[in-house]
């Protein structure tokens, strides 16, 4: 199974006189990033949308955007700021005792000056909101793994077909490497024919310098460890697990032992091959970028 880090959801609840919305999209990271954005009466509760996103996405940026319309009028409530109405009447008395004058508090007088009093909107408590939000929050959330697991499935086929066009060109090269000894060992000896001439060639030295050759340009080992890295390769996709970094450390060391194979060859068309290979694993690498 593979997730992509690509995805979007969105979810809906309505309570307490307001419609909530919650929409949630995630993209590509290296870590899991979770960014909420919420209204400000509702910053008390943000780490709760933190953490559902963390119980279920192990990578990828996730931003959460959560709107609330209200659907009910709600109360209006008057505010009085005793400490400034107070602050205003003993101004006035002051300015009462410096001018000689009598002051005689009036209250319709105090409540017109600035601020005195305020209208206010009575907000719904967090709390209390939290089991709408949390339901459109789910809802969301679901949506959005049910998409990146949609699309990892369809990444999971394009990369197992990349890397069956991949191990194919690595058995043209297993089968090409033998021919590559053979065929230097047959110029070898026409080269040292045509140079010597009637003179009799050194069998033991012709059979030395092919063995160095031979030796110098084997890419054995380095076939081996391809084959089992694509064996990893396959067998990761039928794990639970998330396995983006382990694919992408695959993909480094099979491009690790292309490189070597294509420095080793000494062959026109097993370079070829490689310079094949190597763009096919490119394509390998990116699609790695998306998986969870």
């Known amino acids: 199974m593979a997730n992509s880090m690509t995805g979007f959801g969105r979810g809906e609840a309505q309570g307490l006189g307001v419609q909530i919305s919650v929409e949630m999209k995630s993209v590509n990271n290296r ?30 940026r996730v931003d959460i955007y959560v709107n609330i319309k209200e659907t009910e009028e709600k109360k209006r409530l008057v505010k009085v700021d005793k400490d400034l109405v107070l602050s205003y009447d003993n101004s006035l008395k002051e300015l009462a005792n410096l001018l000689n004058t009598t002051y005689k508090s009036d209250l319709f007088s105090l409540v017109s000056f600035p ?41 999971a086929k ?25 065929e230097y060992q047959e110029k070898l000896r026409e080269r040292l024919a ?33 084959g089992s890295h694509f064996e990893q390769f396959t067998k990761a996709f039928s794990t639970n697990e998330p396995i983006g970094r382990k694919l992408d450390f695959l993909v480094q060391e099979m491009n690790r032992e292309i490189n070597t194979i294509g420095s080793k060859a000494n062959d026109l068309e ?20 998306n998986i969870e």
């Open 31 to 60: 870590f899991l990033e979770v960014l909420v954005k919420l209204p400000r009466s509702l910053n008390i509760i943000e780490e709760r949308f933190r953490k559902a996103v963390q119980e279920k996405v192990q990578r990828g």
């Open 115 to 155: 601020e005195v009093l305020s209208v206010e909107n009575e907000e719904t408590d967090a709390e209390a909101l939290w089991p709408y939000l949390n339901m459109a929050l789910q809802e969301a959330l679901n949506q959005l793994i049910q998409m990146r697991r949609t699309e990892g499935e369809r990444l």
């Open 158 to 182: 394009d990369l197992l077909k990349k890397l069956d066009d991949l191990s194919g060109m690595v058995d043209q090269v297993t089968v090409r490497a033998p021919q590559v000894v053979a």
């Open 194 to 226: 045509a140079l010597l001439a009637d003179t009799s060639l050194d069998e033991a030295r012709l059979i030395t310098e092919i063995a160095i050759f031979a030796d110098r340009s084997s890419i054995e080992e380095e076939l081996v460890r391809l």
């Open 270 to 289: 097993i370079s070829h091959i490689v310079v094949q290979g190597k763009s096919e694993l490119e394509k390998i690498r990116e699609q790695v970028q």
